[in-house]
């Protein structure tokens, strides 16, 4: 039976990441590509809407969502536009807003707005997940950097951990901008990262610099607006939360869609645990829409730029260089980094026959930790159907430590700022105190320190 996952939409980013996400899924599992058999795509696209969407007794579907924020502008145009332009709806009664949002201040959303809400937001989730027969667990989507979804959502993913102890949290959050739009940004980062890394699951780090480099360079897009920064995050998670098998001990011959109970397999194939739930998403290729019915690429071509993209850390497949190798490269251009884990994941024609000699070293040993099993390291999942309209398309999920500079960077300007004591009153008037701040900062130090030592391990 396909295990549910309900999206958890918090504060603007959540909502508005959250509305595209659903669309992404939706849009991509109604296609009918040419080339595969029907009843193959017919199990593709009722697994993807049971996995996501609630039938209703009028054969509609509903988004298995609870969407809350504190300001009702961004929730009821997200209502609004499901109503108007989507063949989707949103359950009713499963949105929770106030009047006034959390000001940018992660303890507003956690201290005053997280208590006060905590019964209604319970209720609201315990009436999701009983629409499911089999759940999977919690997609909680928010950014770092506001109130309510670093605050309330840090909030509520202490409520799932405590309520729903055997469900999976997958926490995909959004990664403020470096040059910043918030004085405080870096304090509500450290303060969500933190309980993040005690809560959750795993996080995946949608930063939007990356986001915004893949809309200008790869889209090509003039003027870059916050839905086409959701319209790349939406894709690159669908394609990983979309269908698929897993094929890394055998050559395809079960079921197309093995991994019917997605976020688990995601948490256990990408082997997090607690020091280490960090986990970085890219997706090729990325293109303007009007050059995709001319572009035609290889599984090869593919692989061998995402493999590029894993060791010079790069999210995007140009600019890179091609010097740095895993063996042999030129002086000064070795791997900066290591891997606990990777999941491949191709779709398109031809994905289920691939196999492991054509991952193009994204498997060899000297990418990975040399502690956990080599069976454990590396997955490959995949389906011989199109996504969206990309013909192929690689996706890798890699927990790793490519992260940890931009993290580092995040701690340390929070650090300079807590030790002058700047806008360190608007915290502790709602409630926190100095040792809140120092048990977040040692927190997430210890997750980056952790992942600093696999590149001696
Ligand atoms: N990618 C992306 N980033 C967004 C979006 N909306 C806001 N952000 C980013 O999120 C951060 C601000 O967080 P918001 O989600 O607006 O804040 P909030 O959770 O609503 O909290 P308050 O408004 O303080 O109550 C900034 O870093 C923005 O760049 C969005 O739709 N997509
Ligand atoms: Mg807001």
């Known amino acids: 039976m396909t295990a549910s996952s309900i999206v958890v939409q918090l504060g603007q980013c959540g909502t508005q990441l959250g509305h595209q996400l659903f669309e992404t899924i939706y849009e991509d599992a109604s296609l009918c590509p040419t080339g595969l058999p029907a009843f193959e795509n017919e199990d593709y696209k009722s697994t993807s809407l049971e996995t996501y969407f609630t039938e209703t007794s009028k054969a509609q579907r509903e988004a298995k969502s609870v969407m809350i924020d504190m300001e009702q502008k961004v929730v009821n145009q997200a209502l609004q536009s499901a109503t108007k332009d989507s063949n989707w709806s949103y359950p009713k009664g499963s949105q929770l807003c106030r009047k006034l949002g959390s000001g940018n201040n992660w303890s507003y959303g956690f201290q005053v707005h997280g208590p006060r809400c905590e019964t209604t937001m319970l209720d609201l989730l315990h009436k999701e997940v009983e629409k499911c027969d089999r759940l999977s ?20 993913i202490q409520l799932l951990k405590d309520n729903f102890p ?7 959050t959004v990664v403020p901008f470096k040059a910043g739009e918030v004085a405080v940004q870096n304090y509500n980062a450290v303060f969500s990262l933190s309980s993040a890394f005690s809560d959750a699951s795993g996080s995946i780090l949608l930063k939007n610099d990356h986001l915004q480099n893949i809309c200008s360079k790869s889209l090509l897009i003039d003027k870059i607006s916050l839905s086409d920064l959701n319209e790349v995050a939406s894709h690159q998670l669908a394609s990983i939360f979309q269908p698929s098998a897993d094929i890394s001990n055998q050559t395809g011959t079960t079921s197309p869609y093995g991994n019917r109970d997605i976020l688990f397999s995601i948490i256990k194939s990408s082997s997090c645990h607690s020091q280490y739930k960090l986990l970085n998403l890219r997706c090729l290729p990325h293109l303007a829409k009007k050059s995709v019915p001319f572009s035609t690429f290889t599984w090869s071509g593919l692989l061998r730029n995402m493999k590029q993209m894993l060791i010079t850390n790069f999210f995007i497949d140009e600019g ?34 691939q196999s492991w ?7 060899d040993s000297r990418l990975y930790t040399s502690w ?28 790793d430590s490519s992260s940890i500079e931009g993290l580092d960077l995040i701690v340390r300007k929070a650090w300079d700022m807590f030790s002058s004591k700047a806008y360190f009153h608007q915290y502790t008037k709602y409630g926190l105190e100095e040792e809140d701040f120092l048990n977040a900062y040692i927190k997430v130090d210890n997750v980056i320190n952790s992942y600093r030592k696999l590149a001696v391990s």
């Open 372 to 399: 956990l099993p080599e069976t454990d390291r590396c997955r490959l999942w995949s389906v011989n159907r199109s996504f969206k309209s990309y013909e192929k398309s690689v996706s890798l999920l890699s927990n």
């Open 320 to 353: 890179m260089n091609w010097q740095t190798r895993l063996h042999g490269g030129l002086p000064g251009s070795r791997v900066p980094f290591k891997s606990i884990s990777n999941i491949v994941v191709l779709r398109g024609d031809g994905a289920r026959t």
């Open 166 to 172: 055997n469900s999976v949290i997958l926490n995909p």
């Open 137 to 156: 667990g919690f997609v909680v989507l928010m950014s770092l950097a506001g109130g309510t979804g670093s605050g309330l959502g840090s909030y509520v």
């Open 357 to 363: 000699n054509q991952l193009q070293d994204i498997s």
